[in-house]
């Protein structure tokens, strides 16, 4: 029985890390969904700048400067892509919206690859949370179990945001009805660049965590884990944070368990698989809300 | 005129008749051709003279027309002034020379003449349209061919050439589901991915499976299909996954759309790289050694006939259903179309041609490994027909062949450093190229969302009406 355990443990409790940290990108993509009916898929990839920025700015940084920054700056960038490539096309057919964030996340991706020359960087090791400890004699890293504490910990206070402050009641209106609230005198843009902000500061919160575990920084080591956070979302229900943060810990766990039984390569096919069951049976997710189209 | 324009056509036919003769005897004239270049026949006494002599002959013993070349090339500079050369053998050596460029010109030649005799002769409008057009794409391929036979089949205008021609076809057919259909899918990869695969695993020669599927004791399929065959085995298993696949996912709404294909495209990926089905699909390694194209002139045949036959499509009733599901779901379904089974057939056939174009890059690549056929793929493709034009056939064209072009070729200079005088260039480094050509893409999707051609057609009527009728906003009608 111990022996099942030290030799399973890992896999659940990476499962349940990366399931958290998958959340926190997941929060990202079904809050701008929620409110701009778009896949925000550049998402993905701000993830990544995150990651780079932590790399290059810990290489001439103390810690406690370079950490805030990182995170400063990702919002900076997740605030400008919405000014820049989101907010010229709100009028436009939403098929050009998502064109275009296809077209931002390529630019990022080639930006990256230029800027560090395409090799993999190794993330900067955080104290204390890239320490490793042993439970039940498995050896791991303190972030696997701060991570998922921490998430939930992020989950209630954007819960208490959304349902307890004016900008949260602003953000509920905008994704329930983008015209009327306009009408009803709320200004549409602010509460997009909140919802961007906040998305992009989860993100790079992630990025910290999940890079923590996986030390290599290429620049397209964010687009996997991107999606997968967005297949959870839409998994959950798009529109609904619960149901984000809880399909991000199923597919993470479902993730390593596939893992464990020694099938790495269908690991990724997995969660699309699940997707595709999960859009043809339930399109509206676990938690979704069931939308009906006008004639 | 109506006569005016027969003696023109008849002469055109002359021409070309007897600049395909020239080329043709041109090789069986090369040896008396040396005689009369050399008279008095010096060669036999310069014994340098001789052995350049003999190359050229060797050359044409063996039948190897590039030795021979080199060799005459060699002859002729080398002993120029002991050599006479008039005006008649001038012509004869051009002709040999240039013996392939000089049949197709006379090919274009001859058809130039028909299509003027069609138009002086012929009541009916449609043909003489029809024949407008057939004599451009003969110029086209003609072009291609001399271009090739000049400048090389290596040179990077020809590899342009070449991956525009499969780019614009996998445009067309992405074209064909996102901007006529008005479906937004992402999985033009993975059906890419489907119809190389399938190409390479059924054209490999028997004889190179063994050191191909080396790590599979040589594979499961011990035999193999002639290329046209294994291209349209190709095109059928990208439409037949198509098929299944849309059974559940057509029912999805645009964006959940999107990424359930996207998502299909990555299961594929991840199949096909399994180490179980390694006896047929080579596990994660390369499949090689499979027939490729040595001539520029088929992908432009295949994708050409390809591209044919969705324009055709387009223009049939099922097109004009495909359309008015774009613009109205609803709409249309009250008008009595089949919403799923109109889709279903855009899905399935688009992706036949994603096949299609598929197996065309493997041949171009010489080499096909799953790795390759990422989203980022698919997201190249997207973008080729958003810079063309959603709901242009022309415009995706244009656009493959300009995007292949800047960034393998035009915008290559940006990846070097340069350095003028003392002055280095700043920002000029590797990756840089990718950077601008991003920035020039986001450009047009924000500023430029028509694209070179927005949703029209490139038409010859309307360019001539254009020109004929001035300046001004006169001829756009």
Same mark, same amino acid.
């Given at each position: 029985?111990?022996?099942?355990?030290?030799?399973?443990?890992?896999?659940?409790?990476?499962?349940?890390?990366?399931?958290?940290?998958?959340?926190?990108?997941?929060?990202?993509?079904?809050?701008?969904?929620?409110?701009?009916?778009?896949?925000?898929?550049?998402?993905?990839?701000?993830?990544?700048?995150?990651?780079?920025?932590?790399?290059?700015?810990?290489?001439?940084?103390?810690?406690?400067?370079?950490?805030?920054?990182?995170?400063?700056?990702?919002?900076?960038?997740?605030?400008?892509?919405?000014?820049?490539?989101?907010?010229?096309?709100?009028?436009?057919?939403?098929?050009?919206?998502?064109?275009?964030?296809?077209?931002?996340?390529?630019?990022?991706?080639?930006?990256?690859?230029?800027?560090?020359?395409?090799?993999?960087?190794?993330?900067?090791?955080?104290?204390?949370?890239?320490?490793?400890?042993?439970?039940?004699?498995?050896?791991?890293?303190?972030?696997?179990?701060?991570?998922?504490?921490?998430?939930?910990?992020?989950?209630?206070?954007?819960?208490?945001?959304?349902?307890?402050?004016?900008?949260?009641?602003?953000?509920?209106?905008?994704?329930?009805?983008?015209?009327?609230?306009?009408?009803?005198?709320?200004?549409?843009?602010?509460?997009?660049?909140?919802?961007?902000?906040?998305?992009?500061?989860?993100?790079?919160?992630?990025?910290?965590?999940?890079?923590?575990?996986?030390?290599?920084?290429?620049?397209?080591?964010?687009?996997?884990?991107?999606?997968?956070?967005?297949?959870?979302?839409?998994?959950?229900?798009?529109?609904?944070?619960?149901?984000?943060?809880?399909?991000?810990?199923?597919?993470?766990?479902?993730?390593?368990?596939?893992?464990?039984?020694?099938?790495?390569?269908?690991?990724?096919?997995?969660?699309?698989?699940?997707?595709?069951?999960?859009?043809?049976?339930?399109?509206?997710?676990?938690?979704?809300?069931?939308?009906?189209?006008?004639? | 005129?109506?006569?005016?324009?027969?003696?023109?056509?008849?002469?055109?036919?002359?021409?070309?008749?007897?600049?395909?003769?020239?080329?043709?005897?041109?090789?069986?004239?090369?040896?008396?051709?040396?005689?009369?270049?050399?008279?008095?026949?010096?060669?036999?006494?310069?014994?340098?003279?001789?052995?350049?002599?003999?190359?050229?002959?060797?050359?044409?013993?063996?039948?190897?027309?590039?030795?021979?070349?080199?060799?005459?090339?060699?002859?002729?500079?080398?002993?120029?002034?002991?050599?006479?050369?008039?005006?008649?053998?001038?012509?004869?050596?051009?002709?040999?020379?240039?013996?392939?460029?000089?049949?197709?010109?006379?090919?274009?030649?001859?058809?130039?003449?028909?299509?003027?005799?069609?138009?002086?002769?012929?009541?009916?409008?449609?043909?003489?349209?029809?024949?407008?057009?057939?004599?451009?794409?003969?110029?086209?391929?003609?072009?291609?061919?001399?271009?090739?036979?000049?400048?090389?089949?290596?040179?990077?205008?020809?590899?342009?050439?070449?991956?525009?021609?499969?780019?614009?076809?996998?445009?067309?057919?992405?074209?064909?589901?996102?901007?006529?259909?008005?479906?937004?899918?992402?999985?033009?990869?993975?059906?890419?991915?489907?119809?190389?695969?399938?190409?390479?695993?059924?054209?490999?020669?028997?004889?190179?499976?063994?050191?191909?599927?080396?790590?599979?004791?040589?594979?499961?399929?011990?035999?193999?299909?002639?290329?046209?065959?294994?291209?349209?085995?190709?095109?059928?298993?990208?439409?037949?996954?198509?098929?299944?696949?849309?059974?559940?996912?057509?029912?999805?709404?645009?964006?959940?759309?999107?990424?359930?294909?996207?998502?299909?495209?990555?299961?594929?990926?991840?199949?096909?790289?399994?180490?179980?089905?390694?006896?047929?699909?080579?596990?994660?390694?390369?499949?090689?050694?499979?027939?490729?194209?040595?001539?520029?002139?088929?992908?432009?045949?295949?994708?050409?006939?390809?591209?044919?036959?969705?324009?055709?499509?387009?223009?049939?009733?099922?097109?004009?259903?495909?359309?008015?599901?774009?613009?109205?779901?609803?709409?249309?379904?009250?008008? +009595? /179309?089949?919403?799923?089974?109109?889709?279903?057939? $855009?899905?399935?056939?688009?992706? !036949?041609?994603? =096949?299609? %174009? #598929? &197996?065309?890059?493997?041949?171009?690549?010489?080499?096909?490994?799953?790795?390759?056929?990422?989203?980022?793929?698919?997201?190249?493709?997207?973008?080729?027909?958003?810079?063309?034009?959603?709901?242009?056939?022309?415009?995706?064209?244009?656009?493959?062949?300009?995007?292949?072009?800047?960034?393998?070729?035009?915008?290559?200079?940006?990846?070097?450093?340069?350095?003028?005088?003392?002055?280095?260039?700043?920002?000029?480094?590797?990756?840089?190229?990718?950077?601008?050509?991003?920035?020039?893409?986001?450009?047009?999707?924000?500023?430029?969302?028509? +694209? /070179?051609?927005?949703?029209?057609?490139?038409?010859? $009527?309307?360019?001539?009406?254009? !020109?004929?009728? =001035?300046? %001004? #906003? &006169?001829?756009?009608?």
């Amino acid at each position: 029985m111990n022996n099942f355990i030290s030799a399973n443990l890992p896999y659940l409790l990476a499962g349940i890390s990366v399931g958290g940290q998958y959340a926190l990108i997941a929060i990202g993509y079904t809050m701008v969904y929620g409110i701009l009916r778009l896949i925000n898929f550049a998402h993905g990839d701000i993830f990544t700048v995150a990651a780079y920025l932590m790399v290059y700015m810990n290489a001439t940084m103390p810690l406690y400067i370079s950490l805030p920054m990182t995170i400063i700056l990702t919002v900076l960038l997740g605030f400008g892509v919405e000014r820049v490539a989101y907010k010229p096309l709100r009028q436009a057919p939403r098929m050009s919206i998502m064109i275009s964030a296809i077209g931002v996340s390529y630019l990022l991706q080639n930006l990256m690859w230029y800027v560090t020359g395409g090799l993999a960087q190794q993330y900067p090791t955080i104290p204390f949370i890239s320490n490793t400890v042993r439970i039940f004699g498995a050896t791991t890293k303190i972030v696997t179990l701060i991570t998922p504490v921490l998430t939930l910990v992020l989950v209630m206070m954007l819960s208490l945001l959304i349902h307890r402050t004016k900008i949260g009641l602003a953000m509920r209106a905008v994704s329930r009805d983008f015209e009327t609230s306009r009408l009803m005198g709320i200004k549409i843009n602010n509460v997009i660049s909140v919802t961007f902000i906040i998305g992009s500061f989860l993100a790079a919160i992630g990025s910290m965590l999940y890079f923590s575990n996986y030390t290599a920084v290429t620049p397209t080591a964010g687009a996997m884990p991107g999606l997968k956070a967005f297949v959870a979302a839409v998994f959950g229900g798009i529109g609904s944070i619960p149901g984000a943060v809880i399909g991000a810990f199923i597919i993470g766990i479902c993730e390593n368990i596939i893992k464990a039984l020694g099938l790495t390569t269908f690991s990724d096919a997995f969660t699309f698989a699940l997707l595709i069951i999960v859009l043809v049976f339930k399109p509206t997710g676990l938690f979704g809300e069931a939308v009906y189209e006008k004639v | 005129m109506k006569i005016f324009k027969t003696i023109i056509a008849a002469l055109l036919v002359v021409c070309a008749l007897f600049m395909i003769y020239t080329s043709y005897t041109a090789k069986d004239s090369l040896p008396g051709l040396l005689e009369r270049m050399d008279p008095q026949n010096l060669a036999e006494t310069d014994s340098q003279m001789q052995r350049a002599k003999k190359r050229v002959t060797d050359g044409l013993m063996e039948d190897n027309k590039e030795k021979t070349l080199r060799g005459l090339e060699r002859y002729l500079n080398g002993f120029a002034d002991k050599l006479v050369i008039d005006t008649q053998v001038q012509y004869e050596l051009f002709a040999y020379q240039n013996g392939p460029s000089m049949i197709a010109g006379g090919l274009l030649l001859l058809v130039a003449g028909i299509v003027l005799i069609l138009s002086a002769y012929c009541k009916i409008a449609q043909a003489r349209r029809l024949g407008i057009h057939v004599l451009l794409i003969t110029v086209l391929f003609v072009g291609v061919y001399i271009l090739e036979n000049t400048v090389g089949a290596n040179s990077m205008l020809m590899m342009v050439l070449k991956k525009g021609a499969i780019y614009a076809l996998v445009a067309v057919a992405m074209n064909l589901l996102n901007g006529f259909t008005g479906l937004f899918s992402l999985g033009q990869a993975g059906f890419m991915l489907i119809g190389a695969y399938v190409y390479a695993i059924f054209s490999i020669e028997t004889g190179n499976r063994a050191q191909v599927y080396q790590y599979y004791a040589g594979g499961l399929i011990q035999f193999s299909l002639p290329t046209l065959v294994s291209i349209a085995l190709a095109g059928l298993a990208a439409a037949f996954f198509a098929y299944l696949i849309g059974l559940p996912v057509l029912r999805l709404k645009s964006d959940y759309l999107a990424i359930a294909t996207l998502g299909f495209a990555e299961i594929i990926r991840a199949v096909f790289q399994y180490d179980g089905l390694g006896p047929i699909t080579n596990g994660s390694n390369l499949l090689r050694k499979f027939p490729v194209f040595e001539t520029v002139l088929f992908p432009f045949a295949v994708a050409g006939v390809c591209i044919l036959l969705i324009a055709l499509m387009i223009h049939s009733t099922y097109g004009r259903a495909f359309k008015a599901i774009r613009d109205d779901e609803i709409a249309a379904e009250a008008m +009595g /179309i089949n919403l799923y089974h109109h889709k279903q057939m $855009s899905f399935v056939i688009s992706s !036949f041609f994603a =096949g299609v %174009g #598929g &197996a065309l890059l493997a041949m171009y690549q010489t080499t096909v490994q799953a790795k390759a056929f990422t989203a980022a793929m698919t997201y190249e493709i997207l973008l080729i027909v958003v810079i063309g034009g959603m709901g242009s056939i022309s415009g995706s064209i244009l656009a493959s062949f300009l995007f292949v072009a800047a960034s393998e070729w035009w915008l290559r200079f940006l990846d070097n450093a340069t350095v003028i005088g003392n002055f280095k260039v700043p920002l000029l480094r590797s990756g840089f190229r990718m950077v601008v050509f991003s920035v020039v893409i986001m450009a047009v999707v924000l500023f430029y969302r028509q +694209g /070179i051609m927005g949703d029209k057609e490139f038409s010859l $009527s309307k360019l001539r009406d254009r !020109f004929t009728r =001035g300046k %001004g #906003g &006169a001829g756009r009608v």
